[in-house]
């Protein structure tokens, strides 16, 4: 069973940045995907940033191209992700998730972790 822990999240305002932190166990299970959704009340889901696993080749969402950064250590359990230039927004519960074939068909989910940004 792959299991995925957060942590990281809070309240900033405006222009502020974030950092999240999602360590992976279970890794046997083979998986194609690794990385964030968030999830809104009232909205649909959004893939936020995450890998592809057999190339670490990484993708992010639009709404999120040029302020995240998602990274990964070399053991590749650990992913990072880096939330700069916040907007309202992005307030969102997020979620480290894993996913065995599609991106958007996901398997694993970790308990989420809830950021507010506030003008």
Known sequence: QVQLVESG???VQVGGSMNFTCTLSGTEIRLNYIGWVRKTPGKA???VAGYYVSNWQPWYADSVKGRFTISRDNYKTTLYLTLNSLRVDDTATYYCTGSRYARTDVDYWGKGTQVTVSS
């Open 45 to 47: 889901r959004e893939g």
């Open 9 to 11: 999240g809070g309240s």
